[in-house]
Each structure stands twice: as C-alpha cells, then as structure tokens.
C-alpha cells in the first residue's frame, strides 16, 4: 500500500487482494469514490457502500488527526521551553503558538 498526500489529504492506492478486481472505483479515482460514499450513506442506500475501504479511510483519518496532535503539542512544548529557558530570545512567532 502507499499513500500520498494532497492538499493534506492522504490517498491510499492499496494493492487489489486476489479474488477482488484489480481496479475498482476506489483505485481508479479516489475523490470521485469518496463523493458517491458520500452521497449513499445520505441515501441511506447501506448495502451499496464500500464497507472495506470506507473502514480503512476513517482509520487513516484518526491516525492522521493523531499524528497532527502530536506535531502541534511538540511544536507548543518546544516553543515553552524556549521561553522559559532562553526569555531573551523571545519571538512574536513563540508567543502567537502560545497564545492560540
């Protein structure tokens, strides 16, 4: 499997396991496919959706929120620790993280 990022959005092009097509509308555009999910789970049309990959989709979504997390509380705790430790170098930059 890989996965690529575009406009923050990570788009997996999994390898097709035997028995399955080796392209489904998921591998051939997954934009598309996520809008006709979409558009079913509204209808309420449940026996139509792509139950495997919508289930992989929203794992990647919380591990990529996860991930975000992570990102911004190190950046926050760094940015402390900078002001605490260093309070003559101070930056607008520091303070703006901080203050948010």
């Known amino acids: 499997m890989s996965d690529s990022k575009a406009g923050g959005a990570s788009i997996r092009r999994p390898a097709a396991p035997s028995?399955?097509?080796?392209?489904?509308?998921?591998?051939?555009?997954v934009i598309l496919w996520s809008q006709e999910q979409?558009?079913?789970?509204r209808a309420g049309r449940f026996a139509e959706l792509d139950v495997e990959h919508l289930a992989d989709e929203i794992e990647d979504v919380g591990k990529s929120e996860k991930r975000e997390?992570?990102?911004?509380?190190?950046?926050?705790?760094?940015h402390l620790l900078k002001l605490s430790g260093q309070p003559e170098n101070r930056s607008k930059s520091w303070r703006a993280t901080i203050v948010l």
């Open 19 to 29: 028995g399955r097509p080796a392209t489904t509308p998921y591998d051939k555009d």
């Open 69 to 78: 997390l992570a990102s911004r509380v190190a950046v926050l705790l760094a």
């Open 38 to 41: 979409a558009r079913l789970l």
